[in-house]
């Protein structure tokens, strides 16, 4: 079965400094992955999707995410953090094999940007 | 735009009784999802549904129980509320991973006295 581990809950940077969020993946096969990002008191919002066409996956806001199949690892990073980034972010990997189209998110983490 | 909607924000209820929660989507959604959210567990799959009057239990059903009578609309039942569903509840829809993403609902943030 499909997993996610999102490394630390909680991440904090200065703004303008460099936003990296850990997403490690478990799939037998190259699976979709999603990251999400949720503000306070609102539901999730897609920010980018792996789909298998390029490696280096470009978001909304500045983010982006690379597919490291060797390190089963779909990192976000954004160069400069920005007031607005705080929020909570999520990993998804799509749940291969069950015969459904479902997801499986990771625990999220939540990024916190100090002035 | 893709809307997902949910009946209430915010909802105050008394354990024992019955709730609905109710979820709306406007994009033809075969699939629809109810999600529970809480602090340091990240989103929780309560039950999903692929099709009209089709549902499949998620990974913690207990509790609730779910209604699909029309494409468009998911409802979510607690049968007898108790504190511990004191929760922020999320809908959400989509196609598929291939062809889309999950389209999420506001939530619902619900508490159980």
């Known amino acids: 079965a499909q997993s996610v581990t999102q490394l630390g809950s909680h991440v904090s940077v200065s703004e303008g400094a460099l936003v990296l969020l850990r997403c490690n993946y478990s799939s037998s096969v190259p699976p979709y992955l999603f990251w999400y990002v949720q503000y306070p008191n609102q539901g999730l919002q897609l920010l980018l999707k792996y789909t298998s066409a390029a490696t280096l996956v470009k978001g909304i806001n500045g983010f982006e995410a690379e597919f490291k199949k060797s390190e089963t690892s779909f990192h976000l990073t954004k160069p400069s953090a920005h007031m607005s980034d705080a929020a909570e972010y999520f990993c998804?990997?799509?749940?291969?094999?069950?015969?459904?189209?479902?997801?499986?998110f990771g625990t999220g983490t939540r990024l916190l940007v100090s002035p | 735009d893709v809307k997902v909607t949910q009946s209430s924000r915010y909802l105050v209820k008394r354990t024992g009784e019955k709730v609905f929660l109710e979820c709306v989507q406007d994009?033809?959604?075969?699939?629809m999802f109810w999600y529970r959210q809480d602090p340091g567990l990240g989103l929780r799959l309560i039950y999903f549904?692929?099709?009209?009057?089709?549902?499949e239990k998620g990974d913690i059903p207990e509790g609730y129980s779910v209604s699909r009578e029309k494409k468009e609309r998911f409802s979510l039942i607690l049968e007898s509320a108790s504190t511990n569903q004191t929760s922020m509840y999320l809908c959400?829809?989509?196609?598929?991973?291939?062809?889309?993403?999950?389209?999420f609902g506001p939530g619902t943030r619900l508490t159980v006295l």
């Open positions: 998804a990997v799509e749940a291969v094999g069950t015969g459904f189209q479902k997801l499986v």
């Open positions: 549904s692929y099709d009209v009057k089709m549902k």
């Open positions: 959400a829809s989509w196609t598929s991973a291939r062809e889309d993403t999950q389209y």
């Open positions: 994009m033809d959604h075969e699939n």
